[in-house]
């Protein structure tokens, strides 16, 4: 599993790219750049798209305020008071409120306060809320999640989505979703991958590490084309040297 890089999969699939959740004060820095003298928007207008928590896509104007993309395209909208885009994205502003990269893991609420079941799901839970708090970029709440791992007493891996918290089993090639395991089941948590023995075999190398990724795919739109610059209609006649 790759984590924090850009991948770039199939034709026509989505690319998974590093993220994080950025609040008001990064957002407003955003228009600013834009008056800077060396073409920021042709440069970097790409990789300046942002999205909210309903997956609507929203852009800086280069001309002031926000565009959010709808079935007619590009058009002027309030901006929402917080955003996901690309970290570090390509700017000197920080998202929320960055916190030191310590990761949640089933430590945090261990099995003598609730079952190790349920402090697993706890684990995936706050990993999922510190990212979209802005308090971890997406690599290190992925990381995290390689942690939030369990063996039940059939040999078996398993481990909540963090988005949709379903429970999953690996079958050797691919994650499976699957029945909530039974306390009493449970032969080993919190360790990792490498903590699993021979039960991880193969699931390093198939992966991915988790069954599901701390946000969704990212997929969006293009900006719009930069306008053309105009041209003279009205062109002088050319005169030749020699007269």
Do not use: K
């Not at 800086?60 to 002027?76: A, I, K, L, V």
């Not at 999953?168 to 990792?192: E, H, T």
Request: hydrophobic share 40%.
């Amino acid at each position: 599993m790759i984590i924090g890089d850009d991948v770039v999969t199939d034709a026509g699939d989505p690319v998974r790219v590093s993220l994080c959740w950025f609040g008001d004060t990064s957002l407003h820095e955003l228009t600013g750049l834009y008056l800077l003298p060396f073409g920021f928007e042709s440069a970097y207008g790409e990789l300046l798209i942002f999205r909210d928590d309903e997956l609507g896509w929203w852009r800086p104007d280069p001309g002031g305020g926000w565009q959010h993309f709808g079935p007619t395209g590009w058009s002027d909208a309030p901006r929402p008071h917080r955003l996901e885009g690309r970290y570090p994205c390509v700017l000197p502003v920080l998202p929320i409120t960055m916190a030191p990269s310590t990761a949640a893991s089933a430590e945090t609420v261990g099995p003598d306060q609730v079952g190790p079941v349920e402090a697993l799901e706890r684990s995936v839970q706050m990993c999922r809320e510190f990212y979209r708090a802005g308090r971890l970029p997406m690599w290190d709440a992925e990381a995290a999640l390689t942690r939030c791992l369990l063996v039940t007493d059939d040999g078996l891996i398993r481990s909540p989505g963090a988005l949709s918290g379903e429970w999953y089993v690996w079958r050797g090639a691919a994650w499976v979703v699957d029945q909530r395991p039974l306390d009493a089941a449970v032969q080993g948590l919190d360790d990792g991958v490498d903590g699993l023995g021979p039960e991880a075999a193969g699931l390093v190398d198939a992966g991915p590490l988790t069954p599901e990724p701390i946000t969704p795919d990212w997929n969006p739109p293009s900006p719009p084309a930069p306008p053309s610059p105009p041209t003279s209609t009205s062109a002088e006649p050319a005169s030749n040297w020699w007269e």
